[in-house]
């Protein structure tokens, strides 16, 4: 859809004057409640650059998880414009490839089926189809699974799949709610790992939505961290530690110190204008 | 109920129950069906209550069968049914869906679907008889009423609980919605399809048999009625049991049916 508009494939994503891939312009998001309007997302501006990794982190009913589907096309704005490249967003897109926090997989398809349905909505012809999903497939390291059905797979390899499943589209964003969340701490920090490698290898814009500060800071360069009742972005902090990240980095004072900021901001954040 | 679901996951667990020496449930149910033919030989031959023994009603359904009446009559009453399940199954998947995909047909359908529910079929079938004749139609009529009403709302029911997040996954790989209802609804739907059919094929045999008793020249209910008025109790235990092997029977082969297309399902 949007090939060709970003011809510095190699330089990654520094440059961020550039044309931001993802854009929250004065994002209001309100649901119909009984006694008047919930408001979701109050007046957001955000700009994720191209082949940048931002994690967004926040409490509760912060409307993270409304930022991700609104730019996955899922949910529609209130007020204001969601762009990707540019356009605003109409609904979902294969460009854009989601990764939900409960797996959402297909429990009556295979592995390799599940992977291969986004392909199958393409005009591939079957023999790219099936190099790209053995490609995703190997990606995650699910080759030797490739045929099992969803029930016989662990929550951590649910979540490969799934992964899985969104890259062998090829998408040029991923958008991630949550996906490590309902994992055991060991997996977890495998999956990051291997996230980032994949990141490295293979540049994608990424937005992550977590409530795991750790998770935030390791994977990405900047952290939007939001404040809730009405969610809104507190602020955002850079993570200047360079990738590939390490076990060791995860340990150095610097992270430490990075994590504590961002951990301060989003557990002692001024309850804005509810005292009032 | 969970606690009795996964005995094949737990090998150790059983070990102390065979110690016991409980039976096979297979054997188990053998024996209580010689058990159950030996007090029927035994109060039948007391004269306690004035029925037949298992040895005559044996030698009357040996005689049926041999001179093919039992076979006219099963298959007579089996075509009903199936030819009355089908057309039915086959217009509750559409309707079903139509129900729970498109809230106006939904607003359309449902006080229909819901008050012929609740009108049992066998109380249309003086209707039926009267605009339709007293030929196959009110019989099959009747049975495909049964059938449908049964299956619709199981399909109605599967399509609305279809899980979100597969919607969502689905749209967001690039799926219009006639992809997502072929590919995703409809398998997700599929083990409340087969359940609704299981009871609509129920509710179609247990229909067939009253139907016959009303008005019908042959089938295993016209049978049973006929052998009332000359007194031939013989027969029309041959007729019950046939009706109840041939209903299970039916309804194993569903259920295998069900185990083959849901067996993706994660048994909790």
């Not at chain 1, 495998?190 to 490295?200: F, K, N």
């Not at chain 1, 290898?201 to 800071?217: Q, S």
């Not at chain 2, 199936?82 to 939904?106: D, I, K, N, Q």
Request: proline share 7%.
């Amino acid at each position: 859809m949007s090939t060709g508009t970003s011809p510095n494939r190699s330089s990654g994503a520094r440059d961020r004057t550039a044309r931001p891939k993802i854009s929250f312009r004065d994002v209001v998001k309100t649901f119909p409640l009984k006694d008047g309007d919930f408001t979701a997302l109050d007046r957001v501006s955000l700009d994720v650059g191209d082949r940048e990794f931002v994690t967004v982190v926040g409490p509760s009913g912060c409307g993270k998880s409304t930022l991700l589907n609104m730019a996955a096309g899922l949910v529609g704005p209130s007020a204001g414009q969601v762009l990707v490249d540019g356009a605003p967003v109409t609904g979902p897109g294969p460009e854009r490839g989601v990764i939900f926090q409960q797996y959402a997989l297909f429990p009556w398809l295979t592995v390799r089926g599940n992977v291969e349905f986004g392909l199958k909505l393409t005009s591939l012809p079957a023999e790219e189809r099936t190099r790209r999903a053995d490609h995703a497939i190997e990606l995650v390291g699910l080759t030797d699974f490739a045929d099992a059905l969803p029930k016989t797979l662990s929550g951590g390899m649910k979540q490969r799949c799934a992964i899985a499943r969104a890259y062998a589209v090829d998408p040029e964003v991923l958008l991630m709610d949550e996906p490590f969340g309902a994992l055991d701490a060991l997996t977890r920090v495998q999956l990051q790992d291997q996230l980032l490698s994949t990141w490295t290898r293979e540049r994608r814009t990424v937005l992550f939505i977590t409530h795991d500060v750790d998770e935030a800071v390791y994977l990405a360069r900047r952290v939007v961290v939001m404040a809730a009742r009405p969610g809104r972005i507190h602020r955002i902090v850079e993570v200047d530690l360079p990738y590939p990240r390490t076990e060791e980095l995860r340990l150095s004072p610097e992270f430490a110190r990075i994590r504590n900021e961002v951990w301060t901001s989003v557990y002692h954040q001024q309850p804005a204008g509810s005292a009032a | 109920m969970a606690v009795i679901t996964a005995p094949d996951k737990t090998p150790a667990a059983t070990a102390p129950r065979q110690g016991r020496r409980i039976p096979p449930p297979l054997l188990l149910n053998l024996l209580a069906l010689v058990l159950g033919v030996a007090v029927w030989a035994i109060v039948a031959a007391t004269g306690l209550v004035d029925v037949p023994g298992p040895l005559s009603v044996g030698s009357r359904a040996l005689d049926l069968l041999g001179d093919g009446t039992l076979a006219e009559d099963a298959l007579a009453s089996l075509r009903r049914v199936l030819l009355g399940f089908v057309l039915g199954t086959l217009l509750a998947v559409p309707v079903g869906f139509l129900m729970g995909w498109y809230p106006l047909a939904r607003g359309l359908l449902e006080p229909y679907v819901q008050f012929f529910r609740t009108v049992p079929p066998l109380a249309i079938i003086p209707l039926a008889i009267v605009l339709m004749g007293i030929d196959e139609t009110p019989k099959v009529f009747v049975i495909f009423l049964a059938a449908f009403l049964s299956s619709v709302v199981a399909a109605f029911q599967g399509v609305i609980g279809v899980d979100r997040t597969l919607i969502d996954a689905a749209r967001v790989l690039g799926a219009p919605d006639r992809v997502i209802f072929l590919k995703v609804v409809i398998p997700a739907a599929t083990p409340f399809l087969l359940v609704g059919a299981r009871i609509g094929l129920g509710a179609a045999w247990g229909t067939v048999v009253a139907a016959e008793l009303i008005a019908a020249d042959k089938g295993l209910g016209y049978e049973m009625m006929h052998a009332q008025t000359y007194y031939d109790i013989p027969t029309i235990f041959v007729g019950l049991i046939t009706i109840g092997v041939i209903g299970l029977l039916m309804d194993r082969l569903l259920l295998l049916a069900e185990r083959r297309l849901t067996g993706w399902q994660e048994r909790r």
